[in-house]
């Protein structure tokens, strides 16, 4: 029986990362831990704990303690907030997964997955159909560490043996939580903009394409990785993920779809220059073949069931 820790359980993505996997693996072999109260759905189904992944001797003795066999560390700084405290960022976000990759090879959760991000990449990496392979210089503090996570993940994979898998998640766009300080977070909030006040000022500018992904896709893929077979896996730093790519002008115009008098201005501030040296696009081939990586939702799908899931939540 697997027993399964999620680090960061209130955050965007262990939020509904935690209920998915209640639901294949039972509510009580799901550990739920965060620095903070984490959403009343978690703490109803499951066990909660507060846990600072920061501390390593307790992080260590939580994992022998309830016998965990798989590590979700979800622990980190986002992107725009990073680049306010660049140095403890890179601490935190550091800390927490050599805490995480330590921990997993001193017990028996040997399985751990971290997120990474198309921030690995930089302005000299080609910005369309980005490859799995290629130029990666990052000039932000949350992209510098993504990629020296993805250099140590794979280390503690050969030399240690820690089954490290990871994504290079796009933008993830949710109706169920608040951004979390993130570059791509304007695909998240128009929409609640959209529903509460038929307006949105956009801080990026409206040609600004990037890739994003619908949650409940990013969720069943990262599931469906741990859940693969590591004979399958031909890469052990980190899997290209694509999901779709659009502007704000693009997204803006499938709202009017649905509400005709929407409206939209640009207030581009420090995160243009984050979003203008990430991939407008990403070739995500070779997650697809070597784990079957897969989408469900486009503009028009992602669109329609925000708008009416959160008009729906609202009201």
Known sequence: M????????????????????RKTYGNDNVFATDIKDP???????????????????????????????QVYNLAAVLSGNAEKIPLQAWDINMRALMNTLQAAQQSSAKKLF????????????PRHNTPQLTVMEPNTVYGISKLAGERWGEYFFNKYGVDFRSVRYPGLISYKTEPGGGTTDYAVEIFFEAIKNN??????????????????????NTIKLMDADP??????????????????????????????????TYKPDFRQAIADSWPASIDDSVARKDWGLFDEFDIEKLSSTMLFKIEERIT
């Not at 971290?114 to 990496?125: D, E, K, L």
Request: hydrophobic share 40%; aromatic share 10%.
């Open 199 to 220: 307006s949105y000022e956009c801080f990026l500018s409206e040609n600004t394409a990037l890739p994003m992904m619908f949650m409940d896709d990013a969720i069943k």
């Open 39 to 69: 959403p009343e759905e978690i703490r109803e189904t499951g066990p909660f704990q507060i846990l600072d992944v920061l501390d390593y001797k307790n992080l260590l003795h939580f994992l022998v303690r309830h016998n965990i066999t």
């Open 231 to 264: 004979d399958t896996l031909s890469l052990r730093s980190s899997y290209n993920m694509a999901g779709m790519s659009f502007t704000p002008k693009q997204i803006a115009d499938e709202i009017r779809k649905h509400h005709p008098d929407f409206s939209i």
């Open 114 to 125: 971290w997120p990474s991000s198309i921030a690995v990449f930089g302005p000299t990496t």
């Open 2 to 21: 697997e027993r399964i820790l999620v680090i960061g359980c209130s955050g965007q993505i262990g939020s509904e990362l935690v209920l998915e996997l």
